[in-house]
């Protein structure tokens, strides 16, 4: 049975809470090998797609709730407008993966390679992204709110704009990003590098800064 077919099938069960159609899950494709796949609009809710291979996928506005992509290869695939609430993608590589505008609310992606990915627009509320590899990512009015990006590597970035509220800051490297216009109030940078990193137009408000000092320069 062919991958769409399968998908089809998944799409069914889950619409008739098991009643009609097959579960898409384990057996079909963990450690499968679907570089170039047309998967765009799929219904893979809470599917295992461990250590999967999709590079150059095409995954857009795919249904990826819940889904596990743990130590997958994701890079240069296509996710505009995924829905990935509560993903697990910690240690997936996304190396120049289009995340533009996709929900990534509550997702883990703890050390997960995302060099050169574009996530503007995108919705990371609430996510793991410590020790993630973001540099030269794009960023630009992504929502970050209580996301955590502890020791995170975010050289290069652009954040312009970005709403960085309450996110965990500590440890990571900011050097050369672009955090301008960026909210930044109660966000925690304590041990952050900082160096060449421009914050034009941030909001600081009961800040912490990479010295342990609170910044409440942009409070009103």
Sequence with gaps: MDIQAQLELHKQWLETDGKDGKRFDEPHLSRAILNGANLSGAYLVKANLNETKLIGANL?????????????????????????????????????????????????LFEANLEGANLSEANLVGTNLGGANLCSANLIDTNFLGAKLN???????????????????????????????TNLVEANLRGAKLVNTSLKGAILCNTTMPDGSIDNSGCR
């Design 60 to 108: 857009s506005k795919a249904h990826l709730s819940g889904a596990y992509f743990k130590e997958a290869n994701l890079s240069d695939a296509r996710l505009m407008g995924v829905n990935l609430v509560g993903a697990n993608l910690s240690g997936t590589k996304l190396v120049r993966a289009i995340l533009a505008e996709s929900n990534l609310e509550g997702a883990d």
């Design 151 to 181: 020791n995170a590597n975010l050289t290069g970035a652009d954040l312009t704009g970005a709403y960085l509220t309450k996110a965990n800051l500590t440890g990571a490297d900011l050097t050369g990003a672009n955090l301008n216009d």
